[in-house]
């Protein structure tokens, strides 16, 4: 079973940035797509970013894009969401997600697909 945490959440002004990471374990990450998904309260779920198995290819949510980057590390079992130009919108709980694949060109922003998830951590941004 692939365990994921999730850290770097917090309080950050408008403008500012953020800095998410993820570590999974005990797995390795080679054979997985990864994936950010947030939930603001009383809103359904929403892709933020996905990467696909060797880190060649992302997708972002048209919210973030130009804002956000995501990258992975498969050897150190890591993926980080680099957060700039936050906006009050984008307050919400931050999940990291993994779905097993086959090494593919590519990923999708659908949480249907992904079947391993963190925790969250919360990013609050005051308008």
């Known amino acids: 079973q692939l365990r994921l945490v999730e850290s770097g959440g917090g309080l950050v002004q408008p403008g500012g940035s953020l800095t998410l990471s993820c570590v999974a374990s005990?797995?390795?990450?080679?054979?997985?797509?990864l994936g950010w998904f947030r939930q603001a309260p009383g809103k359904g779920r929403e892709g933020v970013a996905c990467?696909?198995?060797?880190?060649?290819?992302?997708n972002y949510g048209d919210s973030v894009k130009g804002r956000f980057a995501i990258s992975r590390d498969n050897d150190k079992k890591t993926m980080t969401l680099q957060m700039n130009s936050l906006k009050p919108e984008d307050t919400a709980n931050y999940y990291c997600a993994a779905a097993l694949t086959v090494l593919q060109e590519s990923c999708e922003l659908d949480d249907a697909e992904y079947g391993h998830w963190g925790q969250g951590t919360q990013v609050t941004v005051p308008s």
């Open positions: 990467i696909n198995n060797n880190g060649n290819f992302a």
């Open positions: 005990p797995l390795t990450l080679d054979y997985f797509t």
